[in-house]
Structure formats: C-alpha cells, structure tokens
Nanobody
C-alpha cells in the first residue's frame, strides 16, 4: 500500500519562500509519477507541479512557473516543492499525489491520474 505524508506548510509573508516535503511509502517509488496539487478556500483543487520517476521530466502550472520547483530524492522516497516569491493567492491546502500504476495516458494535470493522495498541508501567505 502506498501512503503519502506531507509536511512543511505554514504561515509566511508575501515574497517569502517555503519548502514542502512528501514522504512516500512504497518499494518502487522511483517508478511513481508524483504531483503536487492545491485547493484554495471555495475553489476546486488544481494542479501545481509534477515530476517523472527518474526526475528528468517536470511540469508546472502557469501560475507557479518560475517561482516553484519540484524535485525528488528516490533514495529517500521523498518529493519536495520549493516555493519562492509567494503571493497571497498561493494560499491553499497543498496535496502530494502519486501515480504508482503508470497511468500516463492521463496528463500530469489530471487528478484522475493519481491513485493515492496525502492528507494535505496548509500554506497561508499574508500580504
């Protein structure tokens, strides 16, 4: 069974940086496509970033491109999201998600691609 646990959320001021981490159980983590999503109050959950198993392919939402960086450490079964130049509109619950079945017929942006989700971590950016 694949389990995901996020950490690193918090309250920061606009312009600050924050790093989220997601610890993933599973014996073949290096084959999982991983994603980060977020859900702001009153809004639908949206894709933030994705990364391939080897870490050689990354995808970003236009709203975070150039400010956020997704990375992974396959030796430690972790995936991270480095967030910079944070804005109040980045305030949301951030979720880590795993595609461990190789459902690459879905795009990285599609929630349906991901079989397992973490519980989420709150990020609040004050102005």
């Amino acid at each position: 069974q694949v389990q995901l646990v996020e950490s690193g959320g918090g309250l920061v001021q606009a312009g600050a940086s924050l790093r989220l981490s997601c610890a993933v159980s599973g014996r073949t983590f290096s084959s999982y496509f991983m994603g980060w999503f977020r859900q702001a109050p009153g809004k639908a959950r949206e894709f933030v970033a994705g990364i391939s198993g080897p870490g050689d392919v990354t995808n970003y939402a236009d709203s975070v491109k150039g400010r956020f960086t997704i990375s992974r450490d396959n030796a430690k079964n972790t995936v991270s999201l480095q967030m910079g130049s944070l804005k109040p509109e980045d305030t949301a619950i951030y979720y880590c998600a795993a595609d461990w079945r190789g459902r690459n017929y879905y795009s990285a942006h599609a929630e349906a691609r991901y079989e397992e989700w973490g519980q989420g971590t709150q990020v609040t950016v004050s102005s």
